[in-house]
């Protein structure tokens, strides 16, 4: 494999990364406050929809990208108040938000647009165009460092960079503020929170609105940077990837920009086959690597290798007396 | 201490889910410019309004029976199963390969070993999850969806490099032999006179995924195992302190589980495409939770909620063929129906338990007149 190559390969890599990121940190918040989000999957699909939707009908991806927030934050509201207004079953609630947005993106897209489910193709204005960085050309031609600074750091789309700077900005809202401290801690002891005189209900829905952000950020990529539209479930088992990098990242931020590199790196030797095959030596199944992010999960999760331990009040609702 | 008397917990809280559930449904089709009472009267003569209709609806039901019974078991025993789909696939495997690599005589005999070999995947496959919950306390919620995802793979590398003959495209085993064709309901109800369509998928597993639903009645009602199983759902800590094992009943509860929703195939895969194909679960496993969740976990419950959504099921096929309405409307109903009966019960029940606590006239205690001691 020459140098060019394993350029290609890691540029695709942080392509496949940046969305799983996103909704690995969207989860990471929710999870931290004690909420269990397994409907990472359907508000990025909801987001992916409507971002593609609005941009394509406003010809601006910004406004786009708004619209897709927006939706995304709506399905996280609902989450809220079933799991934290109606101490509902969380798990349940996620199942029941990824088959609401699998529905609903498919009818709307087929009522505004008649495609058969899907946006048409956005062009110019309502995409997300790669960023040429400052310099990127004029070292163009160094070598080593040249391919490397024009090639894979260079030419992304703002989401990109933006959810790269959002893995320090979510250790520092964590470790470094009492809004990440008291978050936490409503993770691991809501009673505790809620003698000290500060509002479970509150820090809980926060979380949870900061979780419909990034899923929405992340759902706004699919479906206006990395493609040019939205099709019918596009965001295909991106959500539980992203779940499964939470866990394999242990609820920890850094770890989890570690973790969804690695699973995009999966996702980008999928369509590589030749790479492997001339790295390794021998042939290796595309559905092995498909299904390694969730094989590797499992193993984390049964605590052969390193134990993950969730927050230790993550899916109970806080009943205040009792 | 019961707050509602026993009708409203068993019917009025899931039907006051269900109409708020179709409510919204309604709202969904007004908005996409169609007309809801047209749309339900053309999903029931579709569904229900002949015997076509029914055999499709049936089937459907027949695929629904099993998952919803699988994830009810696991309910039973507060474990939340999500891999029913995963499951299932690999219960098509199990069938897969019986009906394939021995020679039946008989459909009957066939049927039985189909049956038991897909209920044998759909266990190993459960059962994995189940352990590492028991002995390593992974969450079993996670791990089910993983080994869905896992199973999906396997399938796939199972039909595309083993099972796929030489020469055909389509990732799909060979046709089954003909010794292993169950009989349609077409067939099974000719003899009695009864006419009923020939081109319809619903079959004799539909007896199969009945009996079913009577036997874990049993189980759960009616034996040690069940009232342990119960018991250990209620509260782990009073079963352990009964002298439960809670590793056991894990094991035991999921294992069901995963062998109910592993039999699904004998529905889909032996009796209507009778060859695997992938995604031959289309979804059935997921639906399994929202029939759970409306048939409160009862078999009987399960048996009725698995025919309605073979009714929504065969009427959306009916709605997107006749009108624009897309077929992805149950899938939305679905999702509603999950999220009423499930993670939103407690906004029904609370202002119902409110109600009755109104209307409720506390019982009069029996005063008999204190007899002076003579």
Redesign the interface.
């Known amino acids: 494999m020459d140098y060019m190559t394993l350029i290609q390969l890691l540029d695709s890599t942080v392509r496949l990364a940046t969305p799983l990121l996103l909704a690995c940190l969207a989860g990471l918040f929710s999870e931290r406050a004690g909420i269990?989000d397994?409907g990472l999957e359907g508000k990025m699909l909801a987001a992916a929809f409507f971002s593609a939707a609005v941009a394509s009908l406003t010809g601006s991806v910004w406004i786009g990208l708004l619209a897709g927030i927006a939706a995304s934050m709506s399905l996280a509201a609902?989450h809220g108040?079933?799991?934290i207004t109606?101490?509902?079953?969380?798990?349940?609630?996620g199942?029941?938000?990824?088959?609401?947005a699998?529905?609903?993106t498919?009818?709307?897209a087929?009522?505004w647009f008649?495609q058969g489910?899907r946006t048409p193709s956005l062009m110019g204005g309502a995409r997300f165009e790669g960023i040429t960085l400052p310099g990127a050309d004029a070292i163009a031609d160094v070598p080593v460092i040249g391919p490397l600074y024009a090639e894979l750091i260079s030419g992304h789309s703002i989401l990109v960079y933006m959810a790269f700077a959002a893995v320090p900005l979510t250790w520092w809202l964590l470790y470094r503020t009492r809004f990440g401290l008291r978050l936490r801690a409503v993770g691991e002891n809501p009673a505790a929170v809620d003698t000290a005189g500060v509002s479970v209900v509150g820090l809980r829905y926060a979380a949870v609105a900061i979780c419909g952000v990034l899923c929405g950020i992340a759902g706004a990529y699919l479906s206006t940077a990395l493609q040019a539209g939205f099709v019918k479930d596009m965001s295909a088992?991106r959500g539980?990837i992203a779940?499964?990098a939470l866990?394999f990242a242990k609820w920890r931020p850094w770890y989890a920009l570690w973790a969804t590199l690695l699973f995009g790196l999966f996702g980008a030797l999928e369509t590589r086959p030749d790479v492997i095959e001339n790295v390794i030596g021998f042939k290796v199944?595309g559905?092995?690597l498909?299904?390694l992010p969730?094989?590797m999960?499992?193993v984390i999760?049964?605590?052969f290798v390193g134990k993950a331990i969730?927050p230790r009040a993550g899916g109970e609702p806080y009943v205040k007396e009792r | 201490m019961d707050v509602m008397p026993k009708w409203a917990e068993v019917i009025l809280v899931p039907l006051i889910s269900l109409l708020l559930a179709a409510a919204l449904s309604a709202l969904v089709i007004l908005a996409i410019g169609e007309d809801p009472v047209a749309a339900v009267k053309m999903m029931v003569t579709g569904a229900l309004g002949s015997t076509y209709g029914w055999g499709y609806t049936l089937y459907y039901a027949t695929n629904f029976m099993f998952t919803g019974l699988a994830v009810a078991i696991a309910f039973h025993a507060r474990l939340f199963n999500i891999g029913g789909e995963g499951q299932a696939m690999l219960g098509g495997l199990g069938v897969a390969l019986a009906c394939l690599y021995i020679p039946w005589p008989h459909w009957s005999l066939a049927l039985i070993g189909a049956a038991v070999m897909a209920g044998l995947f759909g266990a190993v496959w459960a059962a994995i999850p189940a352990w590492l919950q028991a002995k390593r306390g992974s969450h079993i919620v996670i791990t089910t969806i993983m080994f869905n995802f896992i199973a999906a793979a396997l399938l796939n590398y199972v039909l595309v490099n083993l099972l796929r003959p030489r020469g055909q495209m389509d990732p799909a085993t060979a046709r089954f032999p003909e010794a292993t064709n169950l009989p349609t309901l077409h067939e099974l109800l000719a003899p009695l006179g009864i006419e009923f369509s020939k081109s319809a998928p619903a079959n004799v597993s539909f007896l199969v995924a009945v009996a079913a639903c009577f036997v874990l009645w049993v189980l759960i009602w009616r034996t040690r195992l069940g009232y342990e199983i119960r018991a250990y759902g209620h509260s782990e800590s009073a079963a352990k302190y009964a002298g439960i094992s809670p590793v056991r009943i894990t094991m035991i509860a999921m294992i069901i589980s995963g062998a109910l929703a592993g039999m699904m195939a004998i529905n889909n895969v032996m009796g209507e495409a009778e060859r695997l194909v992938l995604n031959s679960t289309e979804g059935a496993g997921f639906i399994g939770i929202a029939v759970a969740l409306m048939g409160r976990s009862h078999p009987l419950g399960v048996f009725f909620s698995a025919i309605l959504f073979g009714f929504l099921y065969q009427g959306g096929a009916e709605l997107a063929l006749w009108t624009s309405i897309p077929r992805e409307l149950i899938v939305v109903i679905q999702a509603l129906v999950i999220l009423f009966t499930g993670a939103l019960d407690n906004m029904v029940r609370m202002p119902l338990e409110r109600f009755f606590l109104m209307v409720r006239t506390p019982p009069k205690p029996e005063r008999k007149p204190v007899e002076p001691a003579e």
């Open positions: 269990f397994i609902l108040v079933a799991s109606f101490r509902g079953n969380q798990l349940i609630s199942v029941a938000i990824n088959f609401l699998a529905g609903l498919v009818l709307i087929q009522d008649s489910g088992g539980f779940l499964a866990i199944q559905q092995l498909g299904a969730y094989l999960t499992v999760l049964a605590g969730p």
